[in-house]
């Protein structure tokens, strides 16, 4: 037996873990990831595949659809790029800024959560109708904002913003004020230490917020809704036309209007990921560098 563990058939000290071996783990794991996410989405791909591939092109190419597929992401992926914006800037004031009133804003952030979509999207038509408070002044100088594809864009910053701040948050929390101060002292400028030192830090965690912004606006169906117009051609997604399928009792064109959604979706969501491990990846090996080369002449210095 103590020959046998020397040559490293048996484990010398078992380690304690809190949960269950591996293999239970990863057999439950995959178990409730077959349940909620694999066999839903197979039936979805296995329904589309009983219309046939001219069908299918028939249904993705039609001229309506394109417009609702350039409308549902071109303004989610224009919604995602403003949060990612003015959600940094909301997270940073959060966290560097002490004011009166901070809680309260920080508890307004989560409201897009716990806020049901339909009262998100008619308290957003309400608004901005030409007849609402913004609207009405907003429309002789930038025209109308509700029941137009501007519409749609609110909406989903509306939903979205939540996603960054709450990403990025805690990066900046972690993320040391002597940075900046060191940053100071070797002569950089603000914007040089905006640049160097804390985007390289937090871009990473930006883009996951940016990722999950973007997959939310692009399945967002009930705030859009009631302030996009749902005109044909011009203000419709194409989630609202997957329920219209859905009522016209064309299963397989909605199941394939899914499917391209979902493969399109995946693919952007995948491109945005491989940004940020690389960005991510270059970030720590700057890091250790600069470590390395500070701890050079101290490792000099003491060894003399």
Known sequence: MLQARLWGFLPAVRKQRALPGFGLTMGLSISYLSLIVLIPLSAVVLKTTSMGWSAFWETISAARVLAS??????????????????????AWVLVRYRFPGRRIVDALIDLPFALPTSVAGISLAAIYAPTGWIGSWAEPYVGQIAFTPWGVLIALVFIGLPFVVRTVQPVLEELEQEQEEVSACLGADRFQ????????????????????????????????????????MVSEITPLLIVIKLEQFDYAGASALAVLMMVLSFIILLAINRLQWYLQSRHSGQASAKAAKVAAPLSLEGAR
């Not at 965690?205 to 996009?228: H, K, M, N, P």
Request: include cysteine; aromatic fraction near 8%.
């Open 193 to 232: 230490t905006v640049t160097k030192v804390i985007l390289p830090a937090i871009l990473p965690a930006c883009l996951t917020g940016v990722a999950l912004a973007f997959a939310r606006a692009v399945g967002e169906y009930g705030s859009v809704i009631f302030i996009a117009g749902n005109v044909p």
């Open 69 to 90: 597929l350039k409308l549902t992401f071109g303004m989610a992926a224009l919604a995602a790029l403003i949060n990612g914006v003015f959600g940094l800037i909301l």
